[in-house]
């Protein structure tokens, strides 16, 4: 079989939505993902690479009281995530924290360091200040944005500003730019709305239907990518937004996620329901090539005849949850809805220096 099989696997006992890079741990190649079972008891795992590089072990294993729908780690401190989870009849969020005697056969309990919102709208998914360490974090729920300031000596948080999506908008989620932390991007079911936290209203949007996952490229201001159901994936210039600068076929079912690479410049991973992985080398402009050093071997690749560097495909259920290293960043993440875990190394696709 393609692709997978070349990875390091890991099996979570339940089904599974969501794996984050463990950005603050610059010490190891490390995972948080969260299980998704309306019936059992569900589970948090933090996951790391073995110092060979060969296998995928458990440093940590902690229950968690509900199904794990959004989960992210903190990007200043890696013992601390955030999950957005529903009990079956409402959807909550909290912000959590590891123990320090996580790596013990019986770990102890998270500690809940505070619950965001009051569970009153569906809240869709968290977002961390996207660099260096900072008490802002954004919140989206179905039909609002919020800004919060969190106080971690005081293990409170509370509301900066929202502002409501406006009537007919259904919000599913979001990105904040990382060039710009005034901005953030927010996917609805009829548009992608841009928002600016100062004000706290709408700067822009994007007409598109179905978009179900958005990402900016870290390397390059004002582009971002989209995951949409009907036209697969999307590459957007912000100072030209009418028309997508590149669009890719994406996958054969829905593209449900996409993530752009944290280092090498035009590498985008997307996930979909056909149980399928691509790499993609894509160009970030209407007019650049890719002339830097981190170009792919092939010249017809590098030179965007072929953008798909390579499809992986041994995954026997829906992708939705993809996680690039940000320690080792040839290195990803992907989980598959029945709860297995595959890292793969995309060096073979980088141009050897």
């Not at 969501?18 to 795992?45: P, Q, R, Y």
């Not at 961390?128 to 729920?141: G, N, Q, V, Y």
């Not at 080792?328 to 190394?345: H, K, N, Q, T």
């Amino acid at each position: 079989m393609q692709g997978g099989a070349s990875g390091i696997g890991y099996g979570l006992k339940y089904q599974a939505r969501c794996i984050s890079d463990v950005k603050a741990d610059t010490d190891h190649t490390s995972f948080l993902t969260g299980t998704l079972s309306l019936k059992e008891e569900n589970e948090v795992h933090l996951i790391r690479m073995s110092s060979g590089g060969t296998e995928l072990v458990c440093e940590g294993l902690f229950s968690h009281p509900n199904e794990i729908w959004d989960l992210a780690s903190c990007p200043f401190d890696q013992r601390i995530f955030s999950t957005v989870y529903s009990t079956g009849e409402s959807y909550g969020a909290a912000i959590w924290q590891i123990p320090e005697l996580y790596g013990e056969l019986n770990s102890p309990q998270l500690e809940k360091i505070t619950q965001i919102g009051d569970n009153v709208g569906k809240t869709k998914c968290i977002l961390w200040w996207p660099s260096a360490r900072h008490d802002k974090l954004i919140s989206i729920d179905e039909e609002n944005l919020f800004l919060w300031s969190l106080d971690m000596p005081r293990k409170a948080i509370q509301v900066q500003s929202q502002e409501s999506a406006g009537m007919m908008h259904y919000l599913s989620g979001g990105a904040w730019d990382p060039h710009d932390v005034n901005a953030v991007a927010a996917t609805s079911e009829s548009s992608l709305q841009f928002w600016d936290l100062r004000t706290m209203k709408k700067t822009n949007s994007i007409e598109r239907s179905h978009v179900r996952n958005v990402d900016y490229n870290p390397k390059k201001q004002h582009i971002l990518v989209t995951a949409e159901d009907e036209s697969g994936m999307c590459i957007w210039d912000l100072r030209k937004p009418k028309t997508p600068i590149q669009e890719l076929p994406g996958h054969t079912h829905w593209t449900w996620a996409v993530k752009c690479n944290p280092e090498f410049e035009g590498l985008i991973l997307s996930s979909g329901t056909d149980s399928t992985v691509n790499l993609w080398l894509a160009s970030s402009s209407s007019e650049d090539e890719f002339t830097s050093e981190r170009q792919v071997d092939s010249p017809t690749r590098a030179n965007q005849l072929e953008p798909l560097l390579h499809p992986y495909s041994d995954y026997e259920d829906s992708v939705y949850g993809l996680a690039w290293s940000s320690r080792e960043p040839w290195i990803f993440a992907s989980l598959s809805y029945d709860g297995r875990v595959v890292v793969e190394s995309v060096k073979p696709f980088l141009s050897r220096k």
